[in-house]
């Protein structure tokens, strides 16, 4: 369906002997070690997605500012303002999240993990909206691969569920929400 910019694959390891001088961290912390590696990817992700939906959002901007409809550019028309103000606006909310857990995870904050799951929730979702109100704008030319929103459309909406799904990026919330005793 999308993802094409970027090769996956497997790796199985089965029965593997690690020598005690090769070993990261100690003996039985790999879970640990892994889940704190993954507040990293969570940003990384969500860095994706803005990247993403800035891309789109720039597209949309400049086709609304060309297409001609009774007369006048799209982009002239209320609600096609509208959309792209409020596109602009949860771009600009999800960056700021994004900066934010990045500076979190940095300093080593104890709320490093909260606010990477967070931004990853927020950016993943919102972002991918972004890209679809981009398509919508762009109209039926939208959905055609001959213009490149399709494509970030497909390759966003997996964003959602890397490094842990949105899902689960609620439960992670709600808590390290309880563990900070958030009131």
């Given amino acids: ?8 694959g497997s790796v199985n390891l089965d029965k593997v ?25 969570r940003i990384n992700i969500a860095a994706c997605s803005v990247g993403g939906a800035s891309f789109c959002l720039d597209y949309a901007w400049r086709y609304a500012s ?7 550019p799209i982009g002239s028309f209320q609600a096609n303002q509208f959309k792209l103000a409020d596109m602009a606006t949860n771009l600009e909310a999800s960056r700021a999240m994004v900066r934010g857990a990045a500076a979190a995870l940095d300093s080593q904050s104890p709320r490093a993990t909260l606010a990477a799951a967070m931004a990853k929730r927020f950016a993943t979702d919102t972002c991918f909206g972004i890209a679809d109100d981009a398509l919508q704008l762009l109209g039926g030319y939208g959905y055609l691969q001959d213009h490149p929103v399709e494509r970030y459309c497909r390759d966003l909406r997996v964003h959602s ?3 842990g799904t949105n899902e689960i990026m609620r439960v992670i919330i709600h808590r390290q ?3 900070l005793d958030y009131h």
Avoid: C, Y
């Fill in 17 to 41: 002997f690690v020598p005690h001088q090769n070993m990261l961290g100690q003996q039985g912390s790999g879970f640990k070690i892994a889940m704190h590696a993954l507040d990293g990817g």
């Fill in 1 to 8: 369906m999308g993802w094409r910019s970027q090769p996956t």
């Fill in 177 to 179: 929400l309880q563990r």
């Fill in 66 to 72: 060309e297409r001609q409809q009774f007369g006048q």
């Fill in 161 to 163: 569920i890397l490094e």
